[in-house]
């Protein structure tokens, strides 16, 4: 059974950092991409980010780049977002996902594993 857990969510002020973590199992994690997307109230999901199955390459959506940062750690089993520079309009759930091959994509529909998501808000 695939597994995937989101941590490290919570409140930080504008121009804040935060670090996000997900921790996979029940999957070869080397093997396959991993990608971040987002959920604010009352709008549709969003891709953040997504980075290949062996971190060496990347994709940001031009919303975030320059001030999200996707890595992994292929010893952990773990994929993460450092999120710098924080802005309100970065609050809503983040959700992370394992994708269907080892390139970056990021479309949702090329995931076929999701967490259970962590809300991250940024206050004004």
């Known amino acids: 059974q695939v597994q995937l857990v989101e941590s490290g969510g919570g409140l930080v002020q504008t121009g804040g950092s935060l670090r996000l973590s997900c921790a996979v199992s029940g999957r070869t994690f080397s093997n396959y991409a991993m990608g971040w997307f987002r959920q604010a109230p009352g709008k549709e999901r969003e891709f953040v980010a997504t980075i290949s199955n062996n971190g060496g390459y990347t994709y940001y959506a031009d919303s975030v780049k320059g001030r999200f940062t996707i890595s992994r750690d292929n010893t952990k089993n773990t994929v993460y977002l450092q999120m710098t520079s924080l802005k309100p309009e970065d609050s809503a759930i983040y959700y992370c996902?394992?994708?269907?091959?080892?390139?970056?994509?990021?479309?949702?529909?090329?995931?076929?594993?999701w967490g259970q998501g962590t809300q991250v808000t940024v206050s004004s």
């Open positions: 996902a394992c994708a269907s091959g080892l390139w970056v994509r990021y479309r949702s529909n090329e995931y076929n594993y």
